[in-house]
């Protein structure tokens, strides 16, 4: 009787073998790695590269003015990881920043991260069967490769800001900045401040800076549905609200209410995904509802009602929640113009309508690649 040859191991079944992970980023994914993995996989040799110098990713690197999430505090957490002191009902960047750190330390995700480490790119390789990683290091300026059996990109969306296709935009002498990395020390007040663009970030900080600015030039060239507050809103009362020390340390000391209350949350913030349904009875209500709160919110400036109002329905582009933002368009020190910009020069900026600013500030709410 011959054995059949085979190119079995010769290991026990249940033996784990080795496996080494690279996570790219240390934002909500990054932490998230750093603590699910080891807790669910044997033998493992995880590393993290992060760009930045802590944890946090776009609520590390996004401080403008009013920066702040449209979803309920609440449903923006890690479900093991259930925070029950926040302040607000919808959260701010600071906050959301503060909750990531505390959470990433809590659980020694420190120890698999290597900050002020930039992903280059990565190839794989047929005959190692593993990822060969570029990495390059801010501290040393060394550029260097990693292996990695399993390579987990957890950068996100909003990593990499970009400026606007503007002529002129950097021959500009005043102040130049980007949302994404808008500089903490600027001070606005009493300036003439430029700001393109009116996506959730511009609608966000122009109530912010409204109040101390001398003058505001605001640059819309799309249409937008604003609405008063963001998912969840009925939860909210119609509104962001602080909550109560009674409610907080309720939610501390009775983790089965907290738990209803979160699930109730989640609840109302799945059915509004409806919105995004053509024809459904929610789209339909929230478009009267929506058409019928901007139009009041500007009574005194129809135009500007004109200018915004979209001709596609709610759910065709995410809603853009606007505190503030209809009533600061109505401020004496804001003027709201409709169209894009033609030309930025060393002073100041042409629009596509064929009006010129000088200004001493430039912000530009204009996204990411």
Not at 12 to 37: H, M, T, W
Not at 247 to 271: D, G, M, T, W
Request: charged share 20%.
């Amino acid at each position: 009787m011959t054995l059949i040859e085979d190119s079995f191991l010769d290991i026990p079944i249940d033996q784990n073998r080795p496996i080494k992970v690279i996570c790219i980023g240390a934002g909500f994914s990054g932490i998230l790695c750093g603590i699910r993995l080891p807790q669910k996989v044997s033998n493992l040799d995880l590393t993290i590269y992060e760009k930045n110098e802590d944890f946090g990713g776009t609520w590390l690197e996004n401080r403008y003015p009013g920066v702040g999430c449209d979803v309920p505090s609440h449903s923006y957490q890690y479900t093991f990881a259930a925070n029950p002191n926040w302040s607000k009902f919808y959260s701010s960047g600071a906050e959301i920043l503060a909750y990531l750190q505390d959470t990433a330390w809590r659980y020694d995700v420190q120890k698999y991260a290597r900050f002020q480490h930039v992903f280059k790119g990565a190839t794989w390789n047929d005959s190692t069967h593993k990822w060969t990683v570029k990495i390059h290091s801010l501290k040393s300026g060394e550029t260097f490769e990693d292996s990695a059996d399993v390579l987990i990109r957890g950068t996100g969306l909003l990593n990499k800001w970009k400026w606007p296709s503007i002529e002129g935009l950097h021959t500009f002498k005043g102040d130049l900045m980007h949302t994404a990395n808008f500089d903490p020390s600027f001070d606005w007040g009493d300036k003439r401040v430029a700001l393109i663009g009116a996506g959730s970030t511009g609608i966000q900080i122009l109530p912010h800076i409204q109040p101390r600015a001398k003058e505001i030039f605001h640059y819309m060239r799309g249409k937008t549905w604003i609405s008063p507050v963001g998912y969840g809103a009925e939860m909210g009362g119609g509104g962001n609200f602080e909550y109560s020390n009674e409610q907080r340390q309720q939610f501390a000391q009775s983790p089965a209410s907290y738990l209803a209350y979160r699930h109730k949350l989640e609840e109302v913030i799945n059915k509004s995904q409806l919105v995004s349904f053509r024809g459904t009875d929610i789209q339909k209500h929230f478009w009267v509802e929506a058409e019928r709160f901007m139009k009041e919110k500007l009574e005194k400036k129809p135009e500007i009602y004109q200018s915004l109002l979209p001709s596609f329905p709610p759910g065709c582009r995410r809603l853009t929640p606007g505190p503030g933002y209809l009533e600061a368009l109505l401020q004496d020190n804001v003027q709201f113009i409709g169209s894009g910009v033609a030309k930025v020069d060393e002073k100041g900026i042409l629009d596509q309508l064929g009006n010129y600013h000088e200004v001493d500030a430039i912000i530009c709410a204009t996204g990411f690649d």
